[in-house]
């Protein structure tokens, strides 16, 4: 009796002690990277498919990089810095607004927006606004109400036409939000406010992707690509999976009651 319940005891050690240090100190490293969340200002719990930071490149599609500099979440997209001012999962859209025109409208080189549909689209809440660099002013007629800012360029000095409708020297194409555009066409809004407000950029994941992570995540997995032809993967504490689901952890099995302190709490909205 005495004996049986000693070897019970010993038994009982042996599988806290050897089962639980192995399943909760060697999770595999893609797994761990591909489960934090990129987080940066107010931007938290963003996963999969974007990468960067603390979320290695197998992490998310190649063209979803986004960096945090100085507490600001940036994108580049064709050269061009974005801030990125909010993120939405369920609509699968970013919102951006161009790092150069940020809070001025006066920037050093004058580049047109160009996104690259392969990589993101825009939705239909956007409008394209022109800025006219170096316009004639003269001739326009008085009823015209126009949107004249000053800008000193390269020490050159130059207005600033909003949606112009004579030819100027130089011009851009900014999208905005239709609604924010509208604001500024009714003088409720300044330029500057419009295009801090930026637009919204949808980004591409396929059904079967959105699908192959919800099932990844739900099997305490967590999503990314194979590093070399951006194709989905599954990674669980154990490595890439197979089958795109995770199994279970083997040392839970035997300690049910631990189960709660061992999975994580994950979301994916
Ligand atoms: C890195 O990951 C941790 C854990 O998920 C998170 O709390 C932190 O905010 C992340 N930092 C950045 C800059 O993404
Ligand atoms: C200002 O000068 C830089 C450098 O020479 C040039 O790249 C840029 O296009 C100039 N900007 C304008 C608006 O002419
Ligand atoms: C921007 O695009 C407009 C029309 O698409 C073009 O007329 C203009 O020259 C472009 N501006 C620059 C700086 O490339
Ligand atoms: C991009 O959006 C437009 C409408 O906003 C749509 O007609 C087009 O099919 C979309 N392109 C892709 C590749 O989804
Ligand atoms: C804005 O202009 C770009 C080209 O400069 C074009 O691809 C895009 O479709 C335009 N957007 C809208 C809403 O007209
Ligand atoms: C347009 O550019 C030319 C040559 O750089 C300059 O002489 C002219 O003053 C500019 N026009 C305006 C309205 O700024
Ligand atoms: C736009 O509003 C500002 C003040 O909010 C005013 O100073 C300016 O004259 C207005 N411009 C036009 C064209 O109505
Ligand atoms: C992507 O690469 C992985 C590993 O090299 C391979 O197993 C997988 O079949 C590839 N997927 C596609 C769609 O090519």
Redesign the pocket.
């Known amino acids: 009796m005495y004996n049986s319940s000693c070897s019970c005891f010993i038994l009982f050690v042996l599988l806290v002690q050897i089962t639980i240090p192995t399943c909760v100190c060697s999770d595999d490293a893609r797994y761990t990277s591909c489960d934090n969340e990129f987080a940066c200002g107010s931007l938290t719990l963003i996963k999969y498919p974007f990468w960067g930071v603390n979320r290695s490149n197998y992490c998310g599609k190649q063209t979803y990089k986004l960096d945090c500099v100085n507490n600001i979440p940036v994108i580049e997209i064709n050269s061009l810095n974005y801030r990125v001012n909010e993120f939405n999962y369920y609509s699968h859209t970013i919102t951006v607004a161009r790092m150069d025109y940020w809070g001025e409208i006066c920037p050093?080189?004058?580049v047109n927006t160009t996104i690259d549909f392969a990589v993101f689209n825009y939705t239909s809440a956007t409008r394209n606004l022109t800025l006219g660099?170096g316009c004639p002013l003269n001739p326009h007629p008085p009823e015209v109400t126009v949107l004249e800012y000053l800008c000193t360029?390269?020490n050159?000095k130059t207005n600033v036409i909003y949606d112009p409708s004579m030819s100027c020297n130089?011009s851009v194409v900014v999208p905005a939000f239709r609604n924010v555009a509208s604001d500024l066409d009714q003088n409720r809004t300044s330029l500057v406010d419009a295009l801090r407000k930026g637009f919204a950029l949808k980004w591409y994941v396929t059904n079967e992707e959105s699908e192959q992570c919800k099932s990844c995540i739900i099997s305490d997995g967590s999503c990314g690509v194979h590093p070399n032809n951006d194709s989905f993967v599954c990674y669980c504490y154990n490595g890439p999976s197979l089958g795109g689901v995770c199994d279970k952890r083997r040392g839970i099995l035997l300690f049910p009651r631990l189960l709660p302190f061992m999975h994580a709490k994950r979301r994916f909205n």
């Open positions: 050093s080189r004058l660099y360029i390269n050159t130089r």
